[in-house]
């Protein structure tokens, strides 16, 4: 009898957490599916994911996951190859300015937000169809600090750094607790994961523009905060992937650590996950894409 080899796709897998993540999973005998944009980059983390896993167990796939239509072309490309285990929604990110996405959606929101929502409702049934099955939702500590108005298309205030995906990151998980109880019954899990501040490529790139102007004179001393090993800011979403701990739980934060957390959840109430709903729903419409 052929032993079961679980599957697994994690978005931007080809370096910082998502690679360490992808690493972890190979050693555990996953096959994994690592997405990313570029493919020389893609090529070399496919090569450490073998390694790691003393076969062939990696391949990359190409996606610009900032395109929400490119997002919805992964995603159908994936579903249409049948049960998945595991999603892993890695892809994020936080510029010092506004930018905008192709479709025209702030970039924070499309990244943090917009992107892993799509991707996952696309690998919906293909997840069902594997369970028990997982998804992790990789969010931040930013929502700490978020602004929770939803009220218009792209919320008021400045759109830089902290504070952009800080709301953005808020959004996605209020979405990760409605998530996890409208797919309960289809015995797929959902997690979020905050996996504390890691020395990353993306964090050695963060310059003082992130952050609001009151959190700017406190720069240096948050800069040496971002200093953890990228391979220990992997134990999180490690562990709601794979911990046994958690089947048949759903709609958890994990912490840095690896353990259940639920600072962050304080933050998500049922009025603001039906505002973000809603608001998620207005966003898609203008970006000419269906919910």
């Known amino acids: 009898m052929t032993e079961y080899t679980p599957k697994a796709v994690v978005t931007a897998g080809t370096g910082g957490i998502g690679l360490e993540t992808a690493l972890g999973l190979a050693r555990r005998g996953w096959d994994l599916t690592l997405v990313g944009r570029a493919p020389e980059r893609g090529k070399a983390a496919v090569a450490r994911v073998d390694e790691a896993a003393g076969r062939g167990a990696g391949r990359f796939v190409g996606a610009d996951l900032s395109s929400l239509a490119a997002t919805r072309l992964l995603g159908e490309r994936l579903a249409g190859e049948g049960g998945l285990d595991l999603l892993v929604n890695n892809v994020g990110g936080m510029w010092t300015e506004r930018r905008e996405s192709p479709e025209g959606v702030e970039l924070s929101i499309v990244l943090n937000h917009l992107s892993p929502y799509v991707l996952t409702g696309t690998l919906t049934d293909a997840l069902a169809e594997a369970a028990p099955s997982r998804i992790v ?116 934060v994990i912490g840095p650590g690896g353990a259940v957390d639920g600072t962050l959840l304080a933050y998500v109430t049922p009025g603001l996950t039906e505002a973000v709903r809603v608001w998620t729903a207005g966003l898609m419409a203008a970006a000419g894409q269906a919910s």
């Open 137 to 252: 939702n990789v969010t931040s500590s930013a929502v700490a600090a978020a602004q929770a108005v939803f009220e218009e298309a792209e919320p008021p205030g400045p759109h830089y750094g902290l504070a952009a995906t800080g709301r953005a990151k808020l959004a996605h998980l209020a979405h990760t607790v409605e998530l996890a109880e409208r797919l309960r019954p289809r015995g797929v899990s959902v997690f979020a994961v905050d996996p504390g501040a890691a020395a990353t490529d993306n964090a050695a790139r963060m310059t003082v523009d992130i952050l609001p102007p009151a959190l700017r004179p406190h720069w240096e001393e948050i800069r040496k905060g971002v200093s953890a090993p990228v391979a220990a800011a992997a134990t999180g979403p490690l562990a709601a992937a794979t911990d046994p701990a958690l089947d048949g739980r759903t709609g958890l």
